[in-house]
């Protein structure tokens, strides 16, 4: 039985090969995009689960209030980490204190490297559960002088040799020895850019600021990581560890720890007001929604175009039933028709993923991969076909196995008045998901450039940043005028952060008329005389660091918020106490966007200090060729610190990476937009076909009475312009309430304005035309002769 179901279901696909065709590639391209959009979702929600301690592993984030705020920090002090380790130690298997991912470079022979890496206590490779292939957890950081390298960095340095106990050359300051190698981490992984892992002890010992950390209660400038205890719950041990910094802690700063697991650490990483608020876990769901629809969208045209050819096979549904074919069978003929189609289609959906991945992983910042060798995916593929056939076929089948055989034999069939309603139905849930996607990917462009026209108070064409390595420390002035004498270089100078961040963030500011109880929190950026001059900054009041004046190592410039934070007036001469030191205040600047474009700008205060400097900020003189530019700064650079290979970053770069992530998102949802656009226009071409093909000899009559082919293509256009039209209504209220809510989450934020829909709706029926009109104006133009010739 089911060799005959499937021979008919062949003869009825090639007989009939258009509506096929279409059917076939509609269902293609809705499957395809729901399994690249699958693909992205499992690469999401796998974050980080390559570490076998997975769900033990934590962070450790405190809770601090400052400015009327309170906010979440991964930021913790020494103190607080070794305190949490050795009081609460029954609670945690292990707590590691580690630095930030800094570039470090490596130097063995004459192969140079910069990786990223951390200095970490020696148990966290055990934590991670790195994959060491050479060396083991024991030994691997227990010298201060050891180094743990990922094995393409061992390939880099050392080729085919063995790396264990090689000596290289870190940071251009000391030699280390290789003690162990781990295999390279996966792409979504927190860990995958961290290649080189070295000692605690070995930062304690080649950084003094660090060692003196490690009495001071509230300078968080390190990050810890920990590892629970077997039986710990990791809810009642945020609670124990609370409070353990209050004690020394400065008053009113109230600061509260907690451990946020690694299972959140991807999906929800976003805090407000010192609560988790999600993260991206919004974008699967909303890629989990939009796959599910387009796919709906590829099912709804199979539907609509199986139930519209019904009258073609009504005598085919009548004769079986009458030589005895039960409505059972019918429907699984019917279904199996749709899932021989749904069958083909996942065939031609396998290709278009397998040549649409790469640049998919490209524009979505993946390396995801089809996992053929796994049985799971092809029990969900098979799955997943079968339930779309079933979908697809399930009204079909139910409906045309529904019709009297006796009516229909008699030829009094019809289909009735209210059989096109399902259809019409079908037609406007397609087009409102597709007008809602179109409204939302405009939206999302609107609010990218709205922030990408934000002035940002500075000049950053041009602007070069280059991390300060040890041998160029100490160097600035001949290195100022060694660049300048290129005659490629328009400024020069250093700061403590790049334009594009704020990395420190400091209290115990004081000033005449300060709330004693308040505690101000300003992002604190020491840099050399030419800073001002380097990016550009505008002086709205006083004027800019000088050489010519000696008491600049005394005195603050403030940005616009800073000073709004301290409440003065004329501020430019006043007296600002920091740390009990008295600094003048020489100057303020217009703010400056130097951290989220989206959000409100820090309260932030620029000072003198040639000693803090990690940044090295390099101004191109404008009309020289950026290439030519850039040899001669190498050139220069070189000549102090020829080991470390010319590592740059362009601030324009750097600032349009702030919006990535943005970027990605409305990408990836104007190409689903569009999709969905062709499958629901495929659906309409269908049904446009179909119309014109059952409207034939109306068509040859009316021409025959005087019928325009203006007159004849309005009619054949026009239920389907009323179609649109209503899903416009309904989807314009769903799209303003869910964008209304999601630009909530910005500060800084675009508006929501009536020409997007006008744009939306205009555009939806100008689609809507385009796609029906081939056929209106085909079936307008034929020979009434031969429309009225057939049957």
């Given at each position: 039985m089911l060799r005959n179901y499937l021979k008919i279901a062949l003869r009825n696909l090639a007989k009939h090969k258009a509506y096929s065709a279409i059917n076939i590639l509609g269902l293609a391209v809705g499957m395809a995009i729901a399994m690249l959009i699958g693909l992205w979702m499992y690469d999401e929600l796998s974050y980080n689960k390559f570490h076998r301690n997975y769900d033990r592993l934590a962070r450790l984030y405190v809770n601090q209030t400052f400015n009327g705020t309170t906010g979440a920090s991964r930021a913790v002090s020494i103190p607080s980490a070794t305190e949490i380790r050795t009081k609460y130690a029954a609670d945690f298997k292990y707590v590691s204190l580690a630095s930030w991912n800094f570039s470090h470079l490596l130097v063995n022979g004459d192969k140079k490297l910069n990786q990223e890496g951390m200095f970490v206590d020696p148990g966290l490779p055990e934590m991670l559960t790195l994959d060491m292939l050479k060396g083991s957890y024991a030994t691997a950081l227990k010298e201060p002088s050891s180094i743990l390298l990922a094995e393409s960095v061992a390939k880099a340095l050392f080729g085919d040799q063995d790396p264990m106990n090689k000596i290289i050359r870190l940071d251009a300051k000391r030699d280390v020895r290789v003690t162990g190698v781990f295999a390279d981490l996966p792409f979504n992984s927190e860990f995958y850019e961290v290649k080189l892992y070295m000692p605690w002890s070995a930062y304690l010992a080649d950084e003094p600021w660090v060692k003196n950390s490690q009495e001071q209660w509230g300078n968080h400038s390190f990050q810890s990581f920990a590892q629970l205890a077997d039986k710990a719950d990791i809810e009642q041990v945020s609670a124990k560890i609370k409070n353990v910094e209050k004690p020394h802690s400065s008053p009113g700063e109230n600061p509260e720890y907690f451990l946020h697991p690694m299972s959140k650490w991807h999906l929800y990483s976003d805090f407000k007001n010192g609560r988790n608020v999600g993260g991206n876990i919004q974008f699967v769901w909303l890629f989990g929604i939009i796959g599910v629809f387009v796919l709906l969208l590829a099912c709804i045209n199979f539907?609509?175009?199986?139930?519209?050819?019904?009258?073609?096979?009504?005598?085919?549904?009548?004769?079986?039933?009458?030589?005895?074919?039960?409505?059972?069978?019918?429907?699984?003929?019917?279904?199996?028709?749709?899932?021989?189609?749904?069958?083909?289609?996942?065939?031609?959906?396998?290709?278009?993923?397998?040549?649409?991945?790469?640049?998919?992983?490209e524009l979505a910042g993946k390396q995801a991969a089809i996992p053929y060798q796994s049985p799971v995916f092809w029990l969900l593929i098979l799955s997943f076909t079968l339930l779309t056939g079933l979908v697809s076929g399930s009204y079909p089948a139910l409906y045309l196995s529904s019709f009297n055989p006796l009516s229909v034999l008699k030829g009094t069939f019809r289909v009735g008045r209210w059989a096109s309603l399902p259809r019409k139905m079908l037609v406007v849930i397609q087009f409102t998901v597709s007008i809602t996607l179109i409204i939302g990917t405009v939206i999302v462009f609107r609010q990218i450039q709205h922030a990408k026209n934000r002035p940002i108070g500075y000049d950053r064409s041009g602007l070069l940043q280059v991390n300060i390595s040890t041998a160029l420390r100490g160097k600035f002035d001949p290195l100022r005028q060694d660049l300048l004498k290129s005659g490629a270089v328009y400024e020069v100078s250093e700061s403590s952060s790049p334009t594009t961040g704020v990395w420190s963030n400091q209290i115990g500011f004081d000033w005449e008329g300060k709330d004693p109880k308040s505690l101000p929190l300003f992002g604190t950026i020491a840099c050399t005389h030419e800073f001002g001059k380097t990016i550009s900054w505008k002086i709205i009041n006083g004027r800019d660091f000088s050489r010519d004046y000696s008491t600049d190592t005394s005195a603050f410039i403030l940005n616009e918020a800073a000073v709004k934070l301290t409440g003065l007036q004329n501020i430019v001469g006043k007296t600002i106490r920091f740390n009990e030191k008295p600094m003048q205040v020489v100057g303020v600047v217009k703010d400056m966007v130097m951290e989220s474009p989206y959000e409100p700008i820090k309260p932030t205060i620029f000072l003198v200090n040639y000693n803090w400097a990690s940044i090295l900020n390099v101004k191109l003189k404008p009309g020289t060729p950026v290439k030519d530019a850039l040899k001669q700064v190498e050139a220069v650079l070189k000549q102090y610190d020829p080991d470390s290979p010319f590592d740059f970053k362009f601030t324009d770069d750097e600032y349009d990476a702030k919006f990535r992530a943005e970027e990605r998102i409305g990408k990836l949802a104007r190409i689903f937009a569009v999709l969905a656009i062709f499958i629901s226009c495929l659906g309409l071409f269908g049904l446009a076909s179909f119309m014109a093909e059952q409207r034939t000899k109306e068509i040859g009559v009316r021409k025959v009475l005087g019928a325009s082919v203006v007159s004849l293509w309005t009619l054949l256009s026009k239920d389907f312009v009323r179609l649109v039209i209503i899903s416009f209504l309904i989807s314009a209220p769903i799209a303003w309430f869910f964008l209304d809510d999601w630009l909530q989450q910005y500060e800084y934020r675009t508006g929501i304005t009536w020409w997007v829909f006008a744009f939306a709706g205009i555009g939806a029926t100008i689609i809507t035309l385009l796609t029906v009109s081939y056929q209106a104006i085909r079936a307008a133009t034929m020979d009434p002769v031969k429309s009225l010739r057939t049957e």
């Open positions: 539907m609509n175009l199986s139930t519209a050819r019904s009258e073609k096979r009504a005598k085919e549904v009548g004769i079986r039933k009458a030589v005895g074919s039960l409505r059972q069978q019918l429907i699984m003929q019917f279904l199996s028709e749709s899932i021989l189609v749904v069958f083909f289609a996942l065939i031609l959906s396998l290709l278009m993923v397998l040549v649409s991945l790469s640049a998919f992983n």
